[in-house]
């Protein structure tokens, strides 16, 4: 079945970066495209970015151009989310999720989350 | 920026009641609307997109209804596993960017 499985939690001090993973399986990778969204504690979804898995083109939301980059690695079906230049508010669960590869209307499934934690 | 509002904020219900949640978008979305549930601890889970489809293997006690600015989600009977967090969520047409509404929490009475 379509499933996407990503790195386990992370905690990264102010001022670093984090990179997190998600592996696709099930189904053609290059035929769909990964967006990512996330989730602060007690707070709801928030929209960061999407990749099309078949050219990489790319689109961020504007609150996070210039901090945030999301790329693919065909050869083993992995999709990356960095981010740069951590603060504390950006301590959120980090979620993968699937859709298609132009001008995605919805998300299907979900990576089951990455807690990233940015703390001194 | 597209906003959605979804109301109410907290649903109270029991098991067996129909629930009706609403998401109005602050600008036209077309049927760019989908629908996710999230229970705690858990990923969303994709309920209905285009506004007024079901996903795949989501029971018929669930439908979607609206376009344009107001949306619709209804629960017919509510079943104990029911009983969650919804978000609504849109993609604006140029550039595709995509807002959820801030959710509606499901509670059992």
């Known amino acids: 079945q379509v499933q996407l499985v990503q790195s386990g939690a992370e905690a990264k001090k102010p001022g670093a970066s984090v990179k997190v993973s998600c592996k696709a399986s099930?189904?053609?990778?290059?035929?769909?495209?990964l967006t990512w969204v996330r989730q602060a504690p007690g707070q709801g979804l928030e929209w960061m970015g999407w990749?099309?898995?078949?050219?990489?083109?790319?689109n961020y939301a504007q609150k996070f151009q210039g901090r945030v980059t999301l790329t693919t690695d065909a050869s083993t079906s992995t999709a990356y989310m960095e981010l740069r230049s951590l603060r504390s508010d950006d301590t959120a669960v980090y979620y993968c999720?699937?859709?298609?590869?132009?001008?995605?209307?919805?998300?299907?499934?979900w990576g089951q989350g990455t807690l990233v934690t940015v703390s001194s | 920026e597209i906003v959605l509002t979804q109301s109410p904020a907290t649903l109270s219900l029991s098991p067996g009641e129909r629930a009706t949640l609403s998401c109005r978008a602050s600008?036209?979305?077309?049927?760019?609307l989908a629908w996710y549930q999230q229970k705690p601890g858990q990923a969303p889970r994709l309920l209905i997109y285009?506004?007024?489809n079901r996903a795949t293997g989501i029971p018929a006690r669930f439908s979607g209804s609206g376009s344009g600015t107001d949306f619709t989600l209804t629960i017919s009977s509510l079943e104990p596993e029911d009983f969650a967090v919804y978000y609504c969520?849109?993609?604006?047409?140029?550039?595709?960017?995509?807002?959820f509404g801030q959710g509606t929490k499901l509670e059992i009475k």
């Open positions: 999720a699937r859709g298609r590869k132009v001008l995605p209307n919805w998300f299907d499934p």
């Open positions: 099930g189904y053609s990778f290059t035929n769909y495209g």
């Open positions: 990749i099309n898995a078949y050219n990489d083109n790319t």
């Open positions: 600008q036209s979305v077309r049927s760019y």
């Open positions: 285009d506004a007024s």
């Open positions: 969520q849109q993609r604006s047409n140029w550039p595709p960017w995509y807002t």
